[in-house]
């Protein structure tokens, strides 16, 4: 059974900070990894698709990175902002299925303060 | 519009009610989701649509009964829940079956069992 683990479990860093956020996941076999953030209370926002064939993928101040061998992910959040104050959850979707069930990690939650 | 609606987004009631939560999307995604969050955990999926037909389940209580009438829309029938079912629903698409496509989420209804 596919299990997703994030760490650390919380961080909380001042503006301007460069932070790596981590994700493992126990089975390799998987179609693409997804990183979401989560506002308290709010649904979920997609911030990156790493597709299985991918080595990583950018948007804007966001890099995620894949390594599928090895079972791990990381997100790299640049010249962080107390906007970006979030819980942030990885999620792979595991290759025995067709369909995209997502499993998700554990969640870092994330503080950055003025 | 790449939005994916959820209504209500709160919800309380007893435990004989019978009640119904609603997702939404013009996206023209062919397969929908829906999800179960509890408090301070990742979110477990419960069931997935592909082409309007039920395609997985997840083992889910039958006291939870989906709905999908047409490709837009997804619903969620409500029925004798227990206090242990209060958590957040979330709704997700995705443009097709591929698993290797991006997943949107709505922004959830927060249910509460009394």
């Known amino acids: 059974k596919q299990e997703v683990t994030q760490i650390p479990a919380a961080l909380s860093v001042p503006e301007g900070e460069n932070l790596v956020l981590n994700c493992s996941f126990t089975?390799?076999?998987?179609?693409?990894l997804q990183w979401f953030r989560q506002d308290p209370g709010k649904g979920l926002t997609s911030l990156l698709l790493?597709?299985?064939?991918?080595r990583e993928q950018t948007s804007g101040r966001l890099n995620a990175s894949l390594d599928k061998s090895s079972g791990r992910s990381t997100l790299y959040i640049a010249a962080s902002q107390p906007g970006d104050s979030a819980t942030y959850l990885c999620?792979?979707?595991?290759?025995?299925?067709?369909?995209?069930?997502?499993?998700f990690g554990t969640g870092t939650r994330l503080l950055v303060s003025p | 519009d790449t939005e994916v609606t959820q209504t209500p987004k709160h919800l309380v009631m007893g435990m004989t009610n019978k009640k119904s939560l609603k997702c939404e999307q013009h996206m023209g995604h062919r397969a929908m989701y829906w999800y179960k969050q509890k408090a301070k955990k990742p979110p477990e999926l419960m069931f997935v649509y592909s082409y309007e037909k039920l395609s997985i389940n997840e083992s889910v209580p039958s006291r939870f009964s989906p709905e999908c009438p047409n490709s837009s829309l997804l619903n969620l029938h409500l029925h004798a829940l227990q206090p242990e079912d209060s958590a957040l629903y979330l709704c997700?698409?995705?443009?097709?079956?591929?698993?290797?496509?991006?997943?949107?989420f709505g922004q959830g209804t927060r249910l509460t069992v009394v």
């Open positions: 997700a698409s995705s443009p097709r079956q591929d698993p290797n496509t991006e997943a949107f």
């Open positions: 790493i597709q299985s064939s991918q």
């Open positions: 089975d390799s076999a998987i179609y693409n």
């Open positions: 999620a792979v979707s595991p290759s025995d299925t067709g369909f995209q069930k997502l499993v």
